[in-house]
């Protein structure tokens, strides 16, 4: 992705933060990412198209304006979860005419990969927003990939989320990820006592007693069994699912080709299985094989770890909110790929702002309106609170006027929701998109009749 220029004047670093808020609230009210669909005029579509062409203005510069909020949510927090993973932006069906693009996970399909860092409470699991969402393109390896250490290699961007999330000025911080970030590296590179790594298990590895992780994890006493509910899928009904979990003490001997000073690293290790069943097929049972540098030394901080890894679902909704199913940043129409970095930052920031709205749709949550919305903001919504509320107890805003749930109701309300839960189901991405944009539409227009100002 190259370096970045410093900006070269406060005047030129002021224009620019006011063109990223214009194009950061049109990106959340109009869904496909397009310079044409964002402008409401021929100005702003060459103004836009300028900005994300711009050399002088990277990636790296955009992602470290957008994270200094979230890192104001996590200040003085007693545990913030930081959970990390990537997905694939694949622009196949008009490679033709996009420059610069890579494969994508299938090899083939042109596209770039988003590395997503959110945050969350540990005390709630609110989301408190991305800490980052670094674009790259896989380029061609050279040479004897295996060899290089793990700076040079693709799964280097785990350690980045390990140290992006590490400067989160939280009491405690554990970072989370999936089996793609299972390497030795990781684990041995914990920045501080206070920071710690819970990661699922890719594969078996050995112990600095000669056994292998998995076949040691599998022959820890049984400790006790749990019930977790598994939603349904498109081909698969919802269940609940019975397990057995298994916990004990490890240490990873280092791999022969890894290039670390450590030749171990003591970790704690937890076994998940789900107990057989004729109606699940074996193939899709339960088995997670979790590794952590938390200590685990009784059963309730054994739940408590599966609890926090369970959480992986928000960055999966946030992709949701990404793509097809929110703000369909595949459907963009820009050419350059440096400028679909810009744009997919940029897209992974306003999909956070939905998925917000959406996890606060049921006031489980503490999270407050001002964590994601301006004062003048909340005035706009209150004064949309007569027409959106009807009659009766069931049609009326349920949650306290400071509460992000009382944000998401009057934004599902604008997005078509009518608000019977029982009927109709709870409020989605596309309708919190939907209620967003329609939202900033009036919002501009009432600050320009109340306040003779439009908000960018």
Avoid at 115 to 133: I, R
Avoid at 145 to 171: F, P, V
Avoid at 266 to 283: G, N, Q, T
Wanted: some cysteine; hydrophobic content about 40%; proline content about 5%.
């Amino acid at each position: 992705m190259g370096l970045v220029r410093p900006p070269t004047s406060f005047l030129g670093d002021l224009r620019r933060d006011q063109r990223r808020d214009q194009i950061f609230d049109a990106m959340v009210e109009n869904g496909s990412a397009q310079q044409r669909v964002l402008a409401t005029c021929r100005a702003d579509e060459i103004a836009f198209s300028r900005f994300f062409r711009n050399p002088h203005f990277g990636d790296e510069e955009l992602r470290e304006s957008l994270r200094q909020r979230t890192l104001e949510r996590c200040a003085e927090r007693a545990h913030v979860l930081v959970v990390q993973d990537t997905t694939e932006i694949n622009y196949q069906h008009h490679a033709a005419r996009v420059r610069g693009l890579g494969p994508v996970g299938n090899g083939v399909d042109a596209g770039l990969f988003v590395h997503a860092v959110l945050a969350l409470d540990a005390s709630n699991f609110s989301c408190l927003g991305l800490l980052d969402a670094m674009p790259w393109l896989r380029t061609p390896r050279i040479g004897n990939y295996r060899s290089l250490t793990i700076e040079y290699k693709e799964s280097y961007r785990w350690l980045h989320g390990l140290n992006i999330g590490s400067s989160a000025a939280a009491e405690m911080v554990t970072i989370i990820h999936d089996r793609e970030g299972d390497t030795f590296e990781t684990y041995v590179r914990q920045p501080d006592p206070s920071c710690h790594i819970l990661a699922r298990a890719c594969r078996t590895r050995t112990l600095t007693n000669g056994k292998c992780l998995f076949s040691t994890m599998g022959a820890m006493p049984a400790s006790f069994s749990t019930a977790v509910e598994v939603t349904a899928r498109p081909t698969k009904p919802a269940r609940v699912a019975r397990l057995t979990v298994r916990f004990g003490e490890v240490e990873l001997k280092k791999p022969e080709r890894c290039k670390e000073a450590t030749e171990s690293c003591r970790l704690f290790a937890i076994d998940i299985a789900e107990l057989p069943s004729r109606k699940v097929p074996k193939s899709e049972r339960i088995h997670w094989r979790l590794l952590t540098t938390h200590e685990v030394k009784d059963a309730e901080k054994a739940m408590m770890v599966i609890d926090w890894y369970r959480q992986r679902w928000h960055i999966e909704q946030l992709f949701r909110a990404l793509k097809a199913q929110g703000l369909d940043i595949e459907a963009s129409q820009i050419e350059d790929a440096h400028a679909l970095e810009k744009l997919a930052v940029m897209a992974a920031h306003a999909a956070s702002r939905i998925s917000q709205l959406v996890q606060a749709r049921d006031g489980n949550t503490d999270a407050k309106a001002a964590d994601v919305f301006e004062p003048e903001e909340i005035e706009v919504m209150l004064a949309l609170l007569p027409k959106l509320e009807g009659k009766t107890e069931k049609q009326k805003n349920p949650h306290g006027p400071d509460t992000l749930a009382w944000c998401a109701w009057v934004v599902a309300r604008l997005g078509g929701w009518k608000g019977y839960r029982h009927s109709e189901g709870p409020p989605g991405p596309l309708t919190m998109r939907r209620g967003y944009e329609a939202f900033c539409k009036i919002r501009d227009g009432y600050l320009l009749a109340h306040k003779n100002v439009c908000k960018p």
